[in-house]
């Protein structure tokens, strides 16, 4: 989940929203950005791979130790089964699937010191590495597929997180392509601007998500924050983005 305090309660945006998010910045980018035609659509589908399975309610696993709802960089663990889930599920729906997962958690997780998870990362890399060689994949354009995945994932993010409430500073996403940065800004009209713009097919796009509010702060278990959300009734945020240059340079 994705929690965001407000006046009464909280804002919670689901990690399936998120991705939906995602899903739908990069089905706006040039496909050129894209460089295996072939796999387009399994490429596209792998942006939500990665956040199936949350949440689950369980006793409190969903909330702070005060009660609040967690947000999901509050969490200490990884969620290795969660983890495993994905890349299972993965194996039964693409086999490149399956590449763009390992290298979303390979990023995620390659500095972390628990033991089984390098294990797990070790055992999807080698995967991985009998899946190109079978697909007779390019491992230079599978890195630029999942570079392109993971700009829109960043972007998302970055959307939903609320970045830019307590602090004015662009915030900075590295680019699909080289080295450079694609810095997000919010305009006082409450718009967003990205500098330099990336290949999207307009020069103003406008994305949605789904959210939920609670009615109350703290809970004493995952049931009563699960109660309190009512699924059939979301709210939509909107985010309308701006075009303000089009060739991403490297910050100097």
């Known amino acids: ?108 997780y390659k500095d972390d010191k628990e033991l089984e998870v390098q294990k797990f990362l070790e055992k999807m890399s080698a995967d991985c590495g009998v899946i190109i060689t079978n697909l007779q994949l390019d491992k230079d354009q599978v890195a630029q597929c999942y570079e392109f995945l993971r700009f829109c994932d960043d972007l998302s993010l970055a959307l939903c997180q609320n970045d830019f409430e307590n602090h004015k500073d662009p915030v900075e996403i590295d680019a699909i392509e080289g080295e450079g940065k694609i810095l997000l800004s919010q305009l006082p009209s409450g718009q ?6 990336v290949l999207f097919n307009e020069n103003e796009l406008t994305f949605t998500v789904e959210y939920f509010t609670t009615s109350t702060d703290f809970y004493k278990e995952d049931e009563e924050l699960k109660k309190d959300l009512d699924l059939l009734y979301p709210k939509e945020k909107r985010f309308t983005l701006k075009k303000k240059g089009q060739i991403a340079l490297p910050l100097t």
């Open 1 to 108: 989940m994705i929690v965001t305090p407000i006046d009464k309660g909280w804002q919670i945006i689901f990690h399936k929203s998120h991705a939906l998010l995602a899903m739908d910045i990069g089905l706006n980018l040039d496909p050129k950005l894209w460089p295996i035609k072939k796999y387009w659509a399994a490429g596209l589908s792998s942006i939500g791979e990665h956040d199936n399975n949350q949440p689950k309610w369980y006793q409190r696993e969903n909330l702070t130790a005060s009660g609040a709802p967690l947000d999901y960089r509050q969490r200490e663990k990884v969620d290795l089964n969660q983890a495993k889930s994905v890349a299972k599920s993965a194996k039964y729906k693409s086999s490149f699937i399956v590449l763009m997962v390992s290298s979303h958690f390979q990023k995620l």
């Open 192 to 197: 967003f601007q990205l500098h330099p713009w």
